[in-house]
């Protein structure tokens, strides 16, 4: 099987082939994707907050076929997931708007531990 990529086109995620040509896709549930990161047989999205319905998080993970496997229980509604840091080991690292550090179970999207933008400074 060829190898494939990804990228953000028109606010959705999608799988192109060696080609160019999209393979598969994944609509935003709002209003567009605007960051990923692969993980181990799973992708990690943000959406743009705008356009959710209160207290939906904007990141969530998709299995390798596109399908939501869960949203994030974000500590905050009103301090939206600005940046998708990465994932060490079992844990995936995000950043908040107010530079709050949020880690989450990989697997389950649970709400791990919350570091304010202070503590994680120093």
Same mark, same amino acid.
């Given at each position: 099987?060829?190898?494939?990529?990804?990228?953000?086109?028109?606010?959705?995620?999608?799988?192109?082939?060696?080609?160019?040509?999209?393979?598969?896709?994944?609509?935003?549930?709002?209003?567009?994707?605007?960051?990923?990161?692969?993980?181990?047989?799973?992708?990690?999205?943000?959406?743009?907050?705008?356009?959710?319905?209160?207290?939906?998080?904007?990141?969530?993970?998709? #299995?390798? &076929?596109?399908? %939501?496997?869960?949203?994030?229980?974000?500590?905050?509604?009103?301090?939206?997931? +600005? /940046?998708?840091?990465? #994932?060490? &080991?079992?844990? %995936?690292?995000?950043?908040?708007?107010?530079?709050?550090?949020?880690?989450?179970? +990989? /697997?389950?999207?649970?709400?791990?531990r919350v570091e304010s933008a202070m503590a994680a400074a120093s």
């Amino acid at each position: 099987m060829d190898p494939q990529a990804l990228a953000v086109i028109d606010g959705t995620l999608c799988q192109l082939t060696r080609d160019g040509n999209r393979a598969a896709g994944h609509a935003p549930l709002a209003t567009a994707v605007v960051e990923f990161r692969h993980g181990p047989m799973r992708y990690y999205v943000r959406e743009h907050p705008f356009g959710l319905l209160p207290g939906l998080p904007n990141l969530y993970c998709l #299995d390798a &076929g596109f399908r %939501l496997q869960w949203m994030a229980e974000w500590p905050d509604p009103s301090d939206p997931c +600005a /940046s998708i840091v990465g #994932d060490e &080991g079992n844990t %995936l690292v995000a950043l908040s708007a107010s530079g709050t550090v949020v880690r989450l179970d +990989a /697997s389950t999207g649970r709400l791990l531990r919350v570091e304010s933008a202070m503590a994680a400074a120093s």
